[in-house]
């Protein structure tokens, strides 16, 4: 897996700021602790409630993970790519 940080969450006050730091930190070390992509959707079915529905949203596509902040769909966050399974 090769995960890249490709923006960070945008915030509007210091409250908010230190809040979605905190989630966003929680989050990359879920990506960091798996070592494949089936550890990292064991991971990250922890992030479908409470505090980090509120700020993120993700999914996961063919060959990768995508994180984003809500209200900026268009503005990726993390991506995390799969390498193929070796035969």
């Not at 905190?22 to 550890?39: H, S």
């Not at 991971?43 to 999914?59: D, Q, S, V």
Request: with cysteine.
């Amino acid at each position: 897996m090769e995960a890249i940080v490709m923006n960070t969450p945008i915030t509007h006050s210091d409250y908010e700021l230190r809040l979605v730091t905190q989630l966003f930190v929680a989050i990359l070390r879920k990506i960091t602790q798996a070592e494949n992509e089936d550890q990292l959707r064991n991971k990250t079915l922890a992030l479908r409630g409470g505090p980090y529905n509120e700020y993120f949203f993700f999914g996961f596509a063919g060959s990768h993970f995508w994180l984003k902040q809500k209200g900026y769909p268009d503005r990726c966050l993390v991506q995390v790519h799969f390498k193929p399974a070796q035969p």
